[in-house]
């Protein structure tokens, strides 16, 4: 089986500049969480999909939104970015929450 | 807004030697995950715990979750250079599952 695949890995962008983030779950998962990653942090909730409808969000503005689709694969969308935005950004997948979740590797945003 | 404290933050220890790491919380969780996240990767799930009083073992990793579902530990025995990594516990919320509470992690360094 395959696990979870985002892209790109790293990534710089300006500040006010849009990005969005990829990810392909792991098959047969049909939740996907967003999660950003600061330097020696643990990781924070964005939000989470369960078949293509959020059903659940962190204490993260609008700007930060996303998107689920019919194949469970997700994207995550950040507008007018800001220099606290950068950070690693994991995509998890799961079939239940109670089994755990498959994580990618990430990607690298950095914003200058 | 339900916090799970990890302790310790960092941990350098010699090859050989036992260890324990704390995950606390004054909140109720239906479920508690321990994670393994090496750098630019992201965390792998080691185990869940479910039932209050649960004791898992993985090979040398011993996972203890609380008789009352709010804390949980992980001790690990003769530790080897290739235990060396950050370690997560992250909890599900009781009765809203959608999203997994995180600690802040303990990094972890086992010198040879």
């Known amino acids: 089986e395959t696990g979870v695949t985002q892209s790109p890995t790293h990534l710089i962008k300006t500040r006010g500049q849009q990005v969005t983030l990829r990810c392909s779950s792991q098959?047969?998962?049909?939740?996907v969480s967003w999660y950003q990653q600061a330097l020696g942090q643990g990781p924070q909730f964005i939000f989470q999909?369960?078949?293509?409808?959020?059903?659940g969000r962190g204490n993260f503005p609008p700007r930060f939104s996303g998107l689920q689709f019919p194949n469970y694969s997700s994207e995550l969308n950040v507008n007018a970015l800001e220099l606290d935005d950068s950070a690693l950004y994991l995509c998890?997948?799961?079939?239940?929450?109670?089994?755990?979740?498959?994580f990618g590797s990430g990607t690298r945003l950095t914003v200058v | 807004t339900q916090l799970l404290e990890q302790s310790p933050q960092f941990l350098s220890i010699q090859e050989g030697e036992n260890l324990t790491v704390y995950c606390n919380s004054s909140s109720v969780f239906s479920s508690l995950q321990w994670y393994r996240q090496e750098p630019g990767e992201g965390p792998v799930l080691l185990v869940t715990?479910?039932?209050g009083g649960e004791v898992k073992k993985l090979k040398r990793l011993t996972f203890q979750f609380g008789d009352a579902r709010k804390d949980s530990s992980l001790h690990i025995t003769a530790a080897q250079p290739g235990d060396t990594g950050l370690y997560l516990c992250a909890g599900a919320e009781a009765g809203n599952n959608r999203k997994l509470i995180w600690g802040l992690g303990t990094s972890l360094a086992v010198n040879p």
């Open positions: 999909y369960y078949r293509e409808e959020e059903n």
């Open positions: 098959s047969g998962h049909n939740t």
């Open positions: 998890a997948s799961s079939l239940r929450q109670v089994y755990g979740y498959t």
């Open positions: 715990v479910v039932t």
